[in-house]
């Protein structure tokens, strides 16, 4: 279906920057630069000067960010590591693919993780917590690292929602022994295909995670040092996400103007909950505009009906999925969000006439 108004607009994105992505990709390829070269290490140095750490390891998705850390970390078998159960399923996956159990707890109302679960979820066997960023909020990192400090807990942050978020001045992604990146296309920085990122203070995290992205080689001596994975970001998508990282300030201001214009819109609209949470300690990014009303699927076919393309994440709590043996768990926020929760168009490219449209649109169907 071809929508007046699309959730994000990928040609379009392409178009505007055209002659900036085909000169990096035309680099590469005219260079034979495929495969961990300086495209690649610049990315790098300017991501982590980003995020405000000392590295940035590219690796191909969100999962290997996720999932390269713990191995790095050292969580394995016989160790629990706390997370919630609103994220995407990567998130849990990464923790089952280490041989580790995931303890999966609530949210607040701010979609991120319920500081008073934490605690409950803790035993003698919790090696890790990640916090989930999410939907471009930063979680309440004070209390998320005093928990990790009191109980000597490794924090893996999962901020693939959150690129320019902040919490106190200090950036998502900068708070834990790593934070994780994906550059999934339809993310606020995505590339052309599927990509990630670990950042970190570490040296030694830093130099694990580049040798397991790429079977484990040193790639200077020519030594296998373990087994490892095919998980390196390529040069091209490291040039094209250099590319954009350069516009990314103009792209996040953009995204709170939307948002705000959001707010403008739909403020005081019976029912309908809005995703403008109370704390001057945190700068959202949007990754999403996500509010919630119990009218959500209704809401949902009308706006459809009107020609513009919204998003679910997620309809159904991750527990459920019973292939996933994740167990019988009752989160009654996670299951109200799954219930109630609709992400509406946000881009670089959504106008403020867009946002008109939406309102509009909404004010008419509830």
Not at 119 to 126: G, N
Not at 219 to 233: P, S, V, W
Not at 244 to 272: C, M, N, T
Request: charged residues 20%; neutral net charge; hydrophobic residues 40%.
């Amino acid at each position: 279906m071809n929508y007046r108004i699309p959730f994000v607009n990928p040609r379009l994105h392409y178009q505007q920057y055209k002659a900036e992505f085909d000169r990096a990709i035309e680099s590469c390829l005219s260079n034979g630069d495929l495969i961990a070269r300086q495209q690649l290490r610049d990315f790098e140095a300017h991501f982590a000067s980003f995020v405000g750490t000392k590295y940035a390891v590219g690796v191909n998705s969100g999962y290997h960010a996720l999932a390269l850390s713990l191995l790095a970390a050292g969580i394995g078998p016989a160790d629990e590591v706390i997370t919630v159960a609103h994220t995407f399923v990567a998130t849990i996956s990464a923790i089952v693919h280490c041989g580790a159990k995931p303890v999966l707890v609530d949210v607040g109302g701010d979609y991120n993780i319920d500081i008073k679960s934490m605690e409950s979820a803790l035993s003698s066997s919790t090696k890790a917590i990640i916090p989930v960023h999410l939907n471009g909020r930063c979680c309440n990192m004070d209390a998320v690292c005093e928990f990790a400090r009191r109980h000597n807990l490794v924090i893996i942050e999962d901020a693939c929602q959150s690129l320019g978020a902040r919490y106190r001045g200090k950036m998502a992604g900068s708070f834990g022994l790593t934070g994780c990146w994906s550059f999934y296309p339809f993310k606020i920085l995505g590339c052309f295909g599927d990509g990630g990122a670990i950042t970190t203070d570490d040296p030694k995290i830093a130099r694990s995670a580049t040798l397991l992205r790429f079977n484990g080689e040193d790639r200077d001596t020519g030594e296998y040092l373990f087994h490892g994975f095919t998980a390196l970001l390529d040069n091209i998508q490291a040039s094209v996400l250099d590319v954009k990282l350069k516009h990314f300030p103009k792209w996040l201001e953009h995204r709170r103007q939307v948002a705000s214009r959001y707010r403008k819109g739909l403020e005081g609209i019976d029912g309908l909950r809005l995703p403008h949470f109370k704390g001057a300690e945190y700068e959202d990014a949007f990754q999403n505009y996500v509010i919630r009303t119990s009218q959500r699927n209704l809401l949902r076919e009308r706006l459809k009906s009107a020609g513009i393309e919204t998003l679910v994440s997620w309809p159904k709590p991750v527990w459920k999925h019973m292939a996933l043996n994740l167990g019988s768990l009752h989160l009654p926020e996670t299951e109200s969000i799954c219930n109630e929760v609709l992400s509406l168009p946000m881009s670089a490219e959504t106008t403020l006439e867009d946002v008109d449209c939406v309102c509009a649109a909404i004010k008419d169907s509830i």
